[in-house]
C-alpha cells in the first residue's frame, strides 16, 4: 500500500487533510464543520435546540424534506413505480447493505469531497488513480441516477445534523468506544504498524463502519479491535436517525483515517 495514500489535501473542512488521517487527531477532540452548512440551515439548526431528543429526527427529515423536494415515504402501498431517484435514505440503506455497492461509492465519494480522505478500497483495493479499479469506483459514485436532489449536499447536513445531536446529547464530548470485527487480509482496514502485540495502528478505508456492540462486532471477523472515535469524525449513528437505518447491529459510520486500536482477545 502507498505509505502516505492521502494525495488528496483539499477538502472543505479548513483543516490539512493528513491532520484529519493521523491517529493523533482522534484524541483532540477539536470539532469540523463542512463550509457554510450550519451558515445556510441557521434557521433550523436553531429549531433543532428548542426540541428533545426523540423529536430531532422528524424534524431532521422534514427539513430534508422541504428543501431538497424529497419523497420520504418508504412504503410503497398505492403508489406507482416511478425511476429510481436516490435519497439521503436509500443510499445509506444501500450502504448498510453492502458498502462496496454503487451506494457505498457515493458516500465514500463525498467524503473524498468534503474531508480529503481518499477511497482506498472500493470492491478491491484502489492502487492508483489511473487503474482499472479505480475507473469503475469513479464511474459507480459519479452515476447520473445517484445525484438526484443534490445528494452530496443532503450527506452534508446529515454530518452537520449530526454533529449537533452528539454534542447536545452526549455533552462529555469525549470520544466514543467503538468495536470492529475485521480480517487482516481483507484490504478495508490495513495494519500500518505494530505499538506493541495488543496495540496496532490501524489504516481504515475513508468511510468505515464499526459497531457499539462488540459482541455484534465480533461476528464480522476473526480479529476484533476497539478504538476511540471523536464526535467530529462520526457521520452518523442509529440514535439520530431512528427509524431510518438499522439499529440491530448499533453500526456507526465514521470517517476513515489512521486510528490506534486495542486488540481483544475473548481468552
Not at 418508504?74 to 431517484?85: A, L
Not at 469513479?138 to 445525484?147: A, D, I, N, W, Y
Not at 505499538?195 to 456492540?213: E, V
Amino acid at each position: 500500500m502507498d505509505t502516505n495514500p492521502y494525495i488528496q489535501y483539499s477538502n472543505l473542512v479548513g483543516l490539512p487533510t493528513p491532520i484529519i488521517a493521523s491517529y493523533e487527531f482522534n484524541f483532540e477532540c477539536r470539532e469540523l464543520h463542512i463550509n457554510s452548512v450550519r451558515e445556510f440551515n441557521k434557521s433550523f439548526f436553531a429549531v433543532l435546540q428548542k426540541f428533545g431528543e426523540a423529536e430531532q429526527c422528524p424534524l431532521f427529515f422534514e427539513h430534508l424534506r422541504v428543501q431538497f423536494g424529497l419523497d420520504l415515504d418508504q412504503s410503497n402501498e398505492g403508489k406507482k413505480k416511478k425511476p429510481y431517484k436516490a435519497d439521503l435514505i436509500r443510499i445509506l440503506k444501500g450502504w448498510f447493505f453492502d458498502s462496496n455497492r454503487p451506494e457505498g461509492a457515493v458516500l465514500k465519494g463525498w467524503v473524498e469531497s468534503r474531508f480529503g480522505l481518499r477511497a482506498l478500497f472500493h470492491k478491491e483495493p484502489l492502487r492508483g488513480m489511473t487503474s482499472p479499479e479505480y475507473q469503475v469506483y469513479v464511474s459507480e459514485k459519479m452515476h447520473p441516477r445517484f445525484h438526484h436532489h443534490c445528494i452530496y449536499s443532503q450527506l452534508d447536513l446529515l454530518y452537520e445534523y449530526t454533529q449537533q445531536f452528539l454534542r447536545r446529547f452526549y455533552q462529555d464530548g469525549e470520544p466514543v468506544t467503538l468495536y470492529r470485527g475485521f480480517n487482516s487480509a481483507e484490504g478495508e482496514s490495513q495494519i500500518v504498524n505494530k505499538i506493541s502485540k495488543k496495540k496496532w495502528i490501524i489504516r481504515n478505508n475513508c468511510l468505515a463502519s464499526y459497531s457499539q456492540d462488540i459482541e455484534r462486532a465480533s461476528e464480522f471477523g476473526d480479529k476484533l479491535v476497539s478504538v476511540q472515535v471523536p464526535f467530529s469524525k462520526i457521520v452518523c449513528l442509529p440514535q439520530a436517525l431512528t427509524g431510518y437505518i438499522p439499529s440491530l447491529e448499533k453500526e456507526v459510520l465514521i470517517l476513515g483515517g489512521d486510528y490506534e486500536s486495542d486488540l481483544i482477545s475473548f481468552f
